[in-house]
């Protein structure tokens, strides 16, 4: 198919795109999945113990989508400057001090915004409560921001000055999780409510120290925070519920079987 400026071709790229990004999600999961073996087993014992059929069929599998994102990467503008980035290798002390920075923003700004917050009101915590249990939904407080937006975290700085690249940049997100806090920078619209109210799963399943360490130790893995499983997962459930509201599935036990599994 050749793509166009016409109108047809205009609804062709938007039926492409949405095509893409559900491919991104699939690559993801499949990415989760990837590092969960890769951090429970050795290459020597992955090469030696599993089915020669199952690792070479991943193998080709993984060959073949790196040879089209690739080719396709070769022909964008300045497509090999970004891409040169060296994330530096912290030893466990430093990861430690950060992991404890993120659990100490996280408390903090819980603590700043519930006081602000208000409760669920009654249409939205019926369009919620298929999903997530009442004793969640009563204990989650509202914020919305007017006229000013969150800024970056202080110790971002830090980070930077270590060659740590790209950190969330919490001015753009639409909505933030602090523990069972939600603090919107907008509209508060029903898709980034479902996706702040997994986080608060995530958070009362794992606690809060758990969760910062899960996310942080990701994240210097994957570089990216729409990479790490936490929000991995988070994306998938909401584009689960976003594809067919009406169909009801309980987030606790989605999360409660990726917990079990291992697979943040």
């Known amino acids: 198919m050749v793509l166009s400026d016409d109108a047809g071709g205009r609804g062709a790229v938007v039926q492409m795109n949405a095509e ?58 300045d497509s090999r400057a970004g891409d040169k980035q060296d994330t530096p290798v912290l030893n466990e002390a430093k990861v430690e001090k950060a992991i404890a920075l993120v659990a100490d923003f996280l408390r ?83 898709r980034p409510l479902f996706h702040a109210l997994v986080h608060a799963v995530q958070f009362e399943v794992l606690g809060l120290e758990r969760y910062c360490e899960l996310f942080v130790r990701a994240f210097l893995r994957t570089r990216s925070h729409v990479t790490v499983p936490l929000e991995v997962h988070t994306i998938q459930l909401e584009s689960k519920f976003a594809e067919n509201p009406g169909q009801s599935f309980s987030v606790e036990e989605k999360v409660r079987l990726w917990t079990n599994q291992g697979r943040y």
């Open 108 to 190: 903090a700004q819980r603590e700043l915004f519930r006081p602000n917050g208000v409760p669920l009101d009654r249409d939205r915590w019926q369009l919620m409560e298929p999903f997530f249990s009442p004793t969640l939904l009563q204990q989650v407080r509202i914020v919305s921001l007017v006229g000013q937006r969150m800024t970056n975290p202080a110790f971002y700085m830090e980070a930077r000055a270590m060659g740590i690249k790209n950190l969330p940049d919490m001015t753009q997100m639409p909505s933030l999780t602090f523990e069972d806090v939600v603090v919107f920078q907008g509209e508060i619209t029903t």
């Open 20 to 77: 893409l990004r559900h491919a991104q999600l699939e690559l993801l999961s499949a990415q989760c999945a990837t590092d969960r073996v890769r951090l429970r087993y050795s290459l020597e014992d992955v090469a030696r113990y599993a089915q020669r059929d199952v690792l070479r069929k991943a193998w080709s599998s993984a060959s073949a989508l790196y040879e089209y994102y690739d080719s396709i990467i070769g022909q964008l503008p």
